[in-house]
T-cell receptor, first 114, second 114 residues
Framework: EAQVTQNPRYLITVTGKKLTVTCSQN?????MSWYRQDPGLGLRQIYY???????DKGDVPEGYKVSRKEKRNFPLILESPSPNQTSLYFC?????????????FGQGTRLTVV | GENVEQHPSTLSVQEGDSAVIKCTYS??????FPWYKQELGKRPQLIID?????GEKKDQRIAVTLNKTAKHFSLHITETQPEDSAVYFC?????????????FGQGTTLQVKP
């Protein structure tokens, strides 16, 4: 089954404690991205990756890191989480295909930073 | 930067009525406009999309219209049912870069009252 898998689904952590949210896709998609969803703000892109070892900042990259060492995996790293990073996070993948690109989303990770 | 504006933020209709959600985009090079539905606690999923060489597209009770000159597009849901209740996101691709990047609107919470 074609899918994007995120882990964990729920995470409560304390300020400053490094954490990683994993994302894996099995569709051989080149393009992967991370979004955060906050009420009234929609889906805002954090980072994206065009392919292995190619990453770039999205619209709200501050406080986040990513890596793309393998095509299927795109982890999101919070080196020193802060309460303003409490949010619902989604990973998505797609294949650019002339710009017509359906994004497939993971199940989401609800992060709470206290 | 490029953005997508979506209205209204909330919409409440009676079952059987029609619902319309409108979006405007700023990137004149955008050529792909998908709509995603997010049910409560679930991931966003594509429900319909339209490319810039088409003015309208229908799929059963849902339709999308595109006005490239005015840079706006709309989602129309007819004969609404309670299961249509969800958050709907419009999006536009970042057309000039062909990176696969999608820019999302802020979302519309649709409530269909039985």
């Amino acid at each position: 089954e074609a899918q994007v898998t995120q882990n964990p689904r729920y995470l409560i952590t304390v300020t400053g404690k490094k954490l990683t949210v994993t994302c894996s896709q099995n569709m051989n998609h080149e393009y992967m991205s991370w979004y955060r969803q906050d009420p009234g703000l929609g889906l805002r892109q954090i980072y994206y990756s065009m392919n292995v070892e190619v990453t770039d900042k999205g619209d709200v990259p501050e406080g986040y890191k990513v890596s793309r060492k393998e095509k299927r995996n795109f982890p999101l790293i919070l080196e020193s989480p802060s309460p303003n990073q409490t949010s619902l996070y989604f990973c998505a993948s797609s294949t650019p295909g002339q710009g017509y690109t359906e994004a497939f989303f993971g199940q989401g990770t609800r992060l709470t930073v206290v | 930067g490029e953005n997508v504006e979506q209205h209204p933020s909330t919409l409440s209709v009676q079952e059987g009525d029609s619902a319309v959600i409108k979006c405007t985009y700023s990137d004149s090079a955008s050529n792909y406009f998908p709509w995603y539905k997010q049910e409560l606690g679930k991931r966003p999923q594509l429900i319909i999309d339209i490319r810039s060489n088409v003015g309208e597209k229908k799929d059963q009770r849902i339709a999308v219209t595109l006005n490239k000159t005015a840079k706006h597009f709309s989602l129309h849901i007819t004969e609404t049912q309670p299961e249509d209740s969800a958050v709907y996101f419009c999006a536009a691709n970042h057309g000039s870069s062909n990176t696969g990047k999608l820019i999302f609107g802020q979302g519309t919470t649709l409530q269909v009252k039985p």
